[in-house]
C-alpha cells in the first residue's frame, strides 16, 4: 500500500484509546518524519573558534555531517567563577554563531588571487626567461607596470596556483635585495595566537633574507614601546571577570558593548553592583549609552587628557595631602625612590634628565653581581644611598652570584641584607635645587589644535638634588618622583616655570589641556579625584579598559604612558578589580581562585577548618531543640551514645549540621554560603538517610570523616584515607551491634 493510499485512510488508522478515552492510539507509517530528524544528524562534534585575531577565543561546539560543518552551538564547559560573581557563560557573538557560513561563504578567499594583467604580463615574460629576469623586465618596463599598478582597488583578480604565486614573490625579493638592499623589504607574519607556526615560518623566511618583520603590533602604533618598557611585557591583562571586582571603570578608547560581545555582560554587571563607569570617546557608541558618565575630547588628544589627570593626582594625593596607601604603593612597586644622574645641558645653567643611577657606580656596591643592571635608591634610615631588591640586575645569574631569590621589590638592600625605607623626595632633604629643562612639543599651534606658543619648545622647571660621589667623579641625582613633579609643572615652592592650581594655563594642567581635547577642566579634576578616592578606599580597586579607538592616533605613546601613570600613581596595578586592561582582557579564561581581602580575612577567621572543628569540640555537650521543625530521626540517645564513644576513643567529634548535595566540589561557588550558616561538612547521602528513616519509623544517624577542606582547599593523603577512617568505622559499628542486640 502506497504513503498516499495510508494518508487516506484516516478513519483506520485508529487501534486503540488512553486516558478514558481522551488520548487515542494510532497505527501509521510516521518515516516522513525522517526528513526533520536528518535535519539535525551529525556525525560528529569538535571544538573550535570562529577565526584569527579575536583575543575572546569563544569555545563552540561545531557540528559536522559527512565531513561538512553543519552548523554550531556554544560550548558551556568554562570554568566557574568565584561565589557571588557572573559566570563566563554565555560566551559568543554573532562571528561564532556564523563559523560555517565563513567556512563556506562564496566570499572567502580560499586560492591564491593576482590580477590579470600582472598574470598575462608574467606568464609573458616568464615563458622566455628566468623568474629574476623575467619580474625586472616586467618592473623596469614603465609601459608593463603601469597596465596592471592603474588598476588597483578595481578587482580584476583571478585564480592562479601556490607555485605561480610563490615564484613571483620570490622573484620580486630578489630583485629588491639586489637593487635596493634587504633592508627594503618589510614583512607581516600572522599573529602568534592564530597559528605559532605560520608565525613562525613567516618571521624565520623574512630574518633570513635580510628583511624587516614587522610583528601583531606594529599595527597598533606606539603600543609597544610603552607597554614593555613600562611593565616589562605586551598586554598580559586582567581578566574581564576582575572588571567585576572594580568600584570605578573608565572605558577609555574602547567599545566593549559592540566590539566585545563576550566580556560586555561583566562591565554592564558591575555597574549594576554599583561600580561607576565613565566612558572616554568622541563618539557616542555602545558603550557610551551604558556608561555613568561620558566625556568626548577631540579624536588624538587623549594624551593631554592623561596627562592632566596626572597633575590633579600627583599633586593632591601625593603632595598636598598624600594618601598613605599610594605612597607605600609607588614606593614599593614602581620606580619614583629610584635616583636619576642629571647631565648638564651645553652652554646653559640647567640640568636634564640622564640615565638611572646604577650600583657599579658606587664604590660599595661596584663588585655586586651585575651591578651594571641594579638601581640606586635613597635609604631614609641611614641616610645613604642602596640598593634594592628587585631591579633586572637580580633576575640574571641568580645561583652564580648568590642572588637566588631575591626577584622581588622588598624594601631590602639586596646587597647587604638591611631592611631600608626609600626616599620618594628630596625636597626637605636636598643639597641644592637646579634648573631642570623639560622638552616640550605642543609649542606649535596647527588648526583645530591650539598650542601653548609662550612656552617655546623646552619647559623652564626646578628640581631638588643630592651630590653623590661616584667612581666618575661627582655626580647630581634626584628621584623619578620628583622628576615627575617638575615634569607636570607642579608648584612645590622651588621655582621653575610651574602651575600653582590646575586652573593655571601651563603644561600639562586641566586648565592647559581643555583648549586641546575640549573637555572641560572641572570635569578633569572631578573625574581624577573621583577615581584616586575609589582607588584609595578600596585599595586599588579601579581599573582602565582601553582599546584600538585611542591606539590609532599619533602621540599614542603619551595616551598609554599616561594612562599607565594614573592607575600605579593610584596602586591599582596587580589588584583584583583594578589596572590596565588592554583591548580588553578576556584573552584567556583561567580558573581564579582567589578571594577579594575582606573573604579571606572572614575564611581566615570564621570558618572550620579540619584542625579548627576538632579544636573546638565542646567538653560538655549542650543540644538546643527549640529551632527545630523536622522529624529527628536519630534520637539524643543515639547521639550522645556516638559522643560518648567518640571520647574514650580520643576522637574529637564535633556535632552540628550537615549539608547533602551531589554538587560539593563547588561547582556553583555556595561553599563559603553554607559556612558562614554553620554548615560544618558536605556529604551526599545523610539526606536521604534520615528521610527514609524517619518515613519507615527508624532510627538513622551520620557520621563522617573529613577528607577535603572544599573552602581552603587542603585535603588528606591517598594513605591517608586508608589509614584514618578506621574510627569513623568503631563508632558506627559499635552503634549498629547495640541496635541489633535491642531489636
Known amino acids: 500500500m502506497s504513503k498516499f493510499t495510508e494518508g487516506s485512510l484516516f478513519f483506520k488508522k485508529r487501534v486503540g484509546s488512553y486516558a478514558d478515552g481522551w488520548g487515542e492510539v494510532t497505527d501509521e507509517n510516521r518515516n516522513w518524519e525522517d526528513a526533520y530528524r536528518d535535519r539535525w544528524a551529525h556525525d560528529k562534534i569538535v571544538r573550535s573558534t570562529h ?38 557563560e ?29 598574470r598575462d604580463a608574467w606568464r609573458k615574460e616568464r615563458a622566455h626567461h628566468e623568474p629574476l629576469e623575467a619580474w625586472k623586465r616586467i618592473v623596469e618596463n614603465p609601459q608593463t607596470r603601469e597596465s596592471y599598478v592603474k588598476v588597483r582597488g578595481l578587482g580584476d583578480l583571478v585564480r592562479t596556483s601556490w607555485d605561480e604565486a610563490t615564484e613571483i614573490v620570490a622573484a620580486a625579493n630578489l630583485y629588491t635585495i639586489e637593487k635596493y638592499g634587504p633592508d627594503r623589504i618589510a614583512g607581516f607574519s600572522p599573529i602568534p595566537g592564530y597559528s605559532m607556526v605560520s608565525y613562525g615560518a613567516g618571521v624565520r623566511y623574512l630574518s633570513l633574507i635580510g628583511a624587516t618583520p614587522l610583528s601583531f603590533y606594529d599595527w597598533y602604533c606606539d603600543l609597544p614601546p610603552s607597554s614593555p618598557q613600562t611593565f616589562g611585557e605586551q598586554t598580559d591583562v586582567p581578566e574581564s571577570e576582575a572588571w567585576y571586582y572594580s568600584n570605578y571603570i573608565l572605558c577609555w578608547g574602547t567599545n566593549i558593548s559592540m566590539t566585545r560581545t563576550p566580556d560586555a555582560h561583566f562591565m554592564i554587571e558591575a555597574r549594576y553592583n554599583g561600580t561607576k563607569l565613565v566612558n572616554i570617546c568622541p563618539d557616542y557608541c555602545e558603550s557610551t549609552k551604558d556608561a555613568d558618565w561620558w566625556l ?64 657599579s ?39 652564580a652570584n648568590g642572588d637566588e631569590g631575591k626577584w622581588n621589590t622588598l624594601e631590602i638592600d639586596g646587597e647587604t641584607g638591611k631592611d631600608i625605607h626609600p626616599r620618594l623626595s628630596f625636597i626637605d632633604s636636598s643639597d641644592e635645587v637646579v634648573a631642570l629643562n623639560v622638552p616640550y612639543f605642543g609649542d606649535e599651534s596647527i588648526p583645530l589644535f591650539p598650542g601653548n606658543t609662550d612656552d617655546g619648545p623646552v619647559l623652564e622647571r626646578a628640581v631638588p638634588v643630592k651630590r653623590i660621589k661616584t667612581a666618575e667623579g661627582e655626580a647630581l641625582v634626584t628621584t623619578v618622583f620628583d622628576l615627575f613633579g617638575a615634569f607636570l609643572g607642579i608648584d612645590r615652592g622651588i621655582g621653575g616655570q610651574v602651575a600653582k592650581g590646575e586652573m593655571d594655563n601651563v603644561p600639562f594642567t586641566p586648565r592647559w589641556q581643555q583648549d586641546i581635547t575640549g573637555v572641560r577642566a572641572e570635569d578633569v579634576i572631578r573625574l581624577s579625584r573621583e577615581f584616586a578616592t575609589a582607588a584609595s578606599t578600596t585599595k586599588g580597586r579601579a581599573c582602565v579598559l582601553m582599546g584600538a579607538g585611542l591606539n590609532q592616533w599619533y602621540q599614542t605613546d603619551n595616551a598609554y604612558r599616561g594612562i599607565m601613570n594614573i592607575l600605579m600613581l593610584c596602586g591599582t596595578v596587580g589588584v583584583p578589580g583594578g589596572g590596565w586592561c588592554h583591548y580588553v582582557g578576556q584573552e584567556k579564561i583561567r580558573r581564579l581562585r582567589f578571594y577579594m581581602p575582606e573573604e579571606r580575612a572572614e575564611l581566615e577567621t570564621e570558618l572550620y577548618n579540619v584542625e579548627r572543628a576538632a579544636a573546638a569540640a565542646p567538653a560538655i555537650l549542650i543540644l ?16 550522645l551514645g556516638r559522643y ?18 551531589d554538587t560539593f566540589y563547588d561547582a556553583a561557588g555556595r561553599n563559603m554560603r553554607f559556612a558562614k550558616m554553620g554548615v560544618m561538612a558536605v556529604e551526599m547521602e545523610a539526606a536521604g538517610l534520615y528521610c527514609t528513616a524517619a518515613y519507615l519509623g527508624k532510627r538513622a544517624l551520620a557520621i563522617c570523616s573529613i577528607s577535603d577542606n572544599l573552602v581552603l582547599g587542603t585535603e588528606l593523603t591517598p594513605q591517608e584515607r586508608q589509614t584514618t577512617f578506621t574510627n569513623m568505622m568503631k563508632i558506627g559499628l559499635e552503634a549498629a551491634v547495640k541496635m541489633a542486640q535491642r531489636g
Not at 51 to 56: A, I
Not at 57 to 67: A, E, L, Q, R
Open 644 to 661: 560518648k564513644l567518640a571520647r574514650e576513643l580520643g576522637v574529637k567529634m564535633p556535632v552540628g549540621n550537615l549539608y547533602s548535595s
Open 624 to 639: 538546643d531543640f527549640s529551632a527545630v521543625t523536622f522529624m529527628d530521626s536519630s534520637g539524643i540517645g543515639l547521639i
Open 361 to 399: 657606580d658606587l664604590e660599595a656596591y661596584a663588585k655586586a653581581g651585575n651591578s651594571q643592571w641594579k638601581t640606586v635608591v635613597w635609604d631614609e634610615t641611614s641616610d645613604a644611598p642602596a640598593v634594592p631588591q628587585g631591579s633586572i640586575g637580580y633576575r640574571w645569574e641568580q645561583e
Open 90 to 118: 554565555p560566551r559568543g557573538c554573532p562571528r561564532g554563531a556564523g563559523y560555517s557560513w565563513y567556512l563556506y561563504s562564496a566570499a572567502r578567499v580560499k586560492y591564491p588571487l593576482i590580477r590579470a594583467q600582472l
Open 51 to 88: 577565526g584569527v585575531n579575536c583575543t575572546g577565543s569563544c569555545s563552540w561546539k561545531i557540528y559536522v555531517k559527512d565531513g561538512i560543518v553543519t552548523w554550531e552551538t556554544q560550548q558551556t564547559d568554562y570554568p566557574p567563577t568565584p561565589c557571588g560573581v557572573p559566570n563566563h
Open 296 to 359: 568626548h575630547p577631540k579624536q588624538g588628544t587623549d594624551a593631554a587628557l592623561a596627562l592632566a589627570m596626572n597633575f590633579v593626582i600627583f599633586k593632591e594625593f601625593h603632595l598636598d595631602n598624600p594618601d598613605p596607601y599610594f605612597t607605600d604603593y609607588v614606593r614599593k612597586f614602581t620606580d619614583l625612590p629610584m635616583l636619576v644622574c642629571l647631565d648638564k645641558r651645553a652652554g646653559k645653567d640647567a640640568y636634564v634628565a640622564g640615565r638611572t643611577l646604577r650600583a
